[in-house]
């Protein structure tokens, strides 16, 4: 039997419910440490000032998270109708301010090559067989993703997230209250009996119009909010993945690959080259975000709306200069045990003065 004394037994530490997500900055930095926290190792974001091939395909991105000023958008239950759409990684987003974490995650699942840690990779192997929405809420629960992002916010975000969840909670128990006693007095009533209507008592529609109208105006200024979603190659083509669709949105075939192709498993594998894979996306993903900026802002030429933000998942910049450090200082050990005796003696003490004291230079 369940008693008073069975209650020890549950552990006080488990979260069963969780909390809120409270809002986070918008900078590379902030989202390279939530990355890094995740235990993902080897990447890091940074931020794109253009989507012209001299900005975008030198840097061989495995994926890029797009912000702009959401708009309701509709498609196409047939846009979502793509067998290969079932081997992408993709979760609704069900909690509010976390939409970047959300877009970043899905990113990231999708990107082969990458070390993701053992925390993301077993839950990515648990959410496998899932579908978007469950995998959406899997997320929302993962007490991982919740800590790390919490943790980059300002004390004074976290504490508004709670005061929200908290008024909204509040609001309602009492609408729901509200309801509960207007259906009780109005079955308690008995109905009226029906009147004819006369003339001199019809409503002025023209003014509850202008009115309902001005009303939606102000709830849409309003609701204005920052949205995020991913752009990513996955099994030979491009997709768009955003949290509150249903699923994947293709956005175009990888060129030269069969869609069946799908892309190295890991880092290790060499039967294709993952950086080949980088190259070739930039092309396909370049015409749909163009169309995306147009279509919520524009050129900022005429005056329409600019304020986009684009960030491009990379090689991690310190890794890969630490790496060419430790070949350059190896192949310069190299070639000095080649050396005959003495020739430190036979070269200017000037010239050797700047790499002896900063053995970077060479590379710089």
């Not at 996955?234 to 075939?253: I, N, R």
Request: proline share 7%.
């Amino acid at each position: 039997m369940d008693g008073p004394g069975h209650r020890n037994d549950i552990n006080p530490s488990l979260d069963l419910i969780g909390g809120p997500f409270a809002v986070i900055e918008s900078d590379p930095g902030v989202f390279t440490s939530l990355v890094r926290k995740l235990g993902v190792r080897g990447v890091e974001l940074i931020e794109l000032y253009g989507i012209e091939p001299w900005a975008m395909d030198h840097i061989n991105p495995y994926g890029l998270v797009f912000c702009f000023i959401w708009r309701k958008d509709t498609h196409r239950p047939a846009d979502f109708d793509d067998p290969a759409a079932e081997k992408v990684w993709f979760a609704n987003q069900l909690s509010d301010d976390a939409c970047a974490t959300h877009a970043i995650l899905n990113v990231l699942l999708n990107c082969p090559g990458i070390d993701l840690g053992p925390e993301l990779e077993a839950f990515k192997h648990e959410t496998e067989h899932m579908s978007p929405v469950m995998r959406g809420l899997a997320a929302t629960n993962l007490p991982l993703l919740r800590e790390v992002h919490n943790s980059l916010a300002r004390p004074a975000d976290r504490r508004a997230a709670l005061n929200a969840l908290t008024i909204t909670t509040l609001a309602a128990q009492k609408e729901r209250e509200k309801r509960e006693k207007k259906q009780k007095a109005e079955s308690s009533k008995p109905r009226p009996t029906k009147r004819q209507k006369t003339d001199d008592t019809s409503p002025k529609k023209g003014k509850g119009k202008e009115k309902a109208s001005k009303v939606n105006n102000d709830t849409d200024v309003a609701e204005e909010s920052y949205h995020f979603i991913g752009y990513v190659p996955a099994h030979g083509k491009v997709w768009e993945l955003d949290g509150f669709k249903s699923g994947p949105l293709e956005v175009g075939e990888l060129p030269g690959l069969p869609s069946t192709a799908t892309p190295p498993s890991s880092s290790k594998d060499t039967s294709s080259d993952p950086v080949e894979w980088r190259k070739l996306w930039i092309d396909v993903v370049r015409p749909a975000l163009r169309m995306k900026m147009e279509k919520y802002g524009g050129s900022g030429d005429d005056g329409s709306d600019i304020r986009f933000n684009l960030l491009a998942i990379v090689d991690d910049g310190y890794l890969k200069a630490s790496d060419s450090y430790e070949f350059l200082k190896r192949e310069k050990a190299s070639l000095e045990k080649r050396m005959h005796e003495g020739w430190k003696e036979k070269v200017c003490a000037k010239c050797i003065a700047p790499f002896v004291r900063y053995p970077w230079v060479g590379m710089i």
